[in-house]
């Protein structure tokens, strides 16, 4: 049975740093796409970075440019998200999602889930 399930959240200060992972099983993630998505606070859940596993190629979301990288562990079949400079905008539940079609940051591609792990960026 495919599965992905979250960990690394927690509460941060502004300005502070969080590693996320997503531990896969079930199926390899070397032929999919696992992106990180986000739902902040009153807000729809967007795209956040995704990795096509492939050819190792990553897109972001214009906000998190330079302050979010996402990577991934072949051997641990996980994959990571590491938030750097984190702002209280950052604050959320990350998920994190496979595709097996093609990587993107549009929900619709994505056919596995986990359940989430909570962000909270606050002083």
């Known amino acids: 049975q495919e599965q992905l399930e979250e960990s690394g959240g927690g509460l941060v200060q502004p300005g502070g740093s969080l590693r996320l992972s997503c531990a896969v099983s079930g199926f390899s993630v070397d032929y999919y796409a696992i992106g990180w998505f986000r739902q902040r606070p009153g807000k729809e859940r967007e795209g956040v970075a995704c990795i096509n596993i492939p050819d190792s190629r990553t897109l972001y979301r214009d906000s998190v440019k330079g302050r979010f990288a996402i990577s991934r562990d072949r051997a641990k079949n996980t994959v990571f998200l590491e938030m750097n400079s984190l702002e209280s905008e950052d604050t959320g539940v990350y998920y994190c999602?496979?595709?097996?079609?093609?990587?993107?940051?549009?929900?619709?591609?994505?056919?596995?889930w986990g359940q989430g792990t909570e962000v909270t960026v606050s002083s």
């Open positions: 999602a496979a595709s097996y079609r093609r990587p993107g940051l549009v929900e619709g591609l994505f056919d596995y």
